[in-house]
């Protein structure tokens, strides 16, 4: 007697899983045919065979909108991944780090840390390319635990349930002024402090969760005056003498070091906090981010020692 074995024919194939992801970010294979250079009708028999291919729907259809639902949401970190691994071996044979890599940060960190890093990668990996996309700390959790970036650095304590956290390196708080505003010459007090304006970032930012987390377990108020979403155009209004504002020494290093800044001296505890690296729980990291992320890593292991 002749036994048949089940069929194990490999039913999809990359381009199915190309056009699945673009129409998940695009939430249509309109939009998602333009990310992947193919007409709408062979986006839409793509994603058709590929639910055909596993027997499931993988999107809610509601009005116009194609909405992940539970099937897609369990599929699509594995896609990314897959297509991510072809990639690389797209191009295993055209140098190292030819894939794209794709980076959300903070602002405080992706103004004034990552830059330098990102230049010290791209020397040592001159095929690399690096997409930095700078946000506040809310929306770089939202990029990652999209997929649309690969590892994102914040700022704040926030998290997400599909996400991982990983320590990366402490950030010192200062409280900064014109070098003629009335508390530049003296020890301010939090009576003071509490009686003063203040220029901070918006809430969603982690520079401001961290100084509202400071200020106001020693303050008993704080006169916000200004919620901006740039730490530039604080530090230029703090210099014109309108407030006090609150920044990582990171973002104000080079204005103190030019004396159109001042860190004000107080009763306050020294205040920190802790940066952080973001990926998601269930998308492996690529080699190429990966090996980013030790690249940061490292650097930031060496400058405490």
């Not at 970190?77 to 190292?96: D, I, K, M, S, Y």
């Not at 020494?249 to 001296?265: F, K, M």
Request: glycine fraction near 6%; hydrophobic fraction near 45%.
């Amino acid at each position: 007697m002749m036994i048949e074995k089940p069929d194990q024919r490999l039913r999809l194939n990359l381009r199915q899983l190309e056009v699945f992801v673009a129409t998940a970010q695009a939430g249509s294979t309109r939009g998602a045919a333009g990310r992947v250079s193919r007409s709408q009708s062979a986006a839409s028999a793509a994603l058709a065979e590929l639910e055909a291919a596993l027997g499931v729907t993988l999107f809610d259809r509601v009005g116009r909108r194609l909405l992940l639902n539970e099937n897609g949401r369990a599929l699509l970190p594995r896609a990314r991944t897959v297509l991510e691994q072809a990639g690389e071996l797209q191009t295993l044979f055209a140098g190292e780090h030819a894939t794209p890599l794709h980076v959300a940060a903070s602002f405080t960190i992706g103004e004034y840390l990552l830059p330098g890093l990102v230049a010290d990668w791209t020397r040592a990996h001159p095929r690399s390319r690096v997409r930095l996309r700078i946000a506040n700390t809310s929306e770089v959790i939202e990029a990652v635990a999209a997929f649309t970036v690969d590892v994102g650095f914040i700022e704040g304590p926030q998290t997400h349930p599909d996400l991982a956290v990983q320590a990366w390196r402490e950030d010192e708080l200062v409280i900064v002024a014109a070098p003629d505003h009335p508390l530049a010459a003296r020890t301010a007090t939090a009576r003071q402090l509490a009686d003063t304006t203040w220029i901070l970032r918006e809430p969603e930012s982690g520079t401001r969760q961290a100084t509202d987390n400071w200020l106001m377990a020693h303050l008993d108020r704080l006169d916000v005056g200004f919620e901006l979403g740039s730490t530039e155009a604080i530090k230029r209004l703090v210099a014109a003498g309108a407030g006090l504002g609150c920044l990582s020494r990171q973002a104000v290093a080079q204005a103190l070091a030019e004396g159109w800044l001042v860190a004000l001296r107080t009763r306050l505890p020294a205040a920190s906090r802790r940066l952080a690296v973001v990926t998601h729980r269930h998308k492996p990291l690529g080699r190429t981010a990966a090996e980013f992320v030790a690249h940061c890593t490292g650097a930031a292991l060496s400058d405490h020692s």
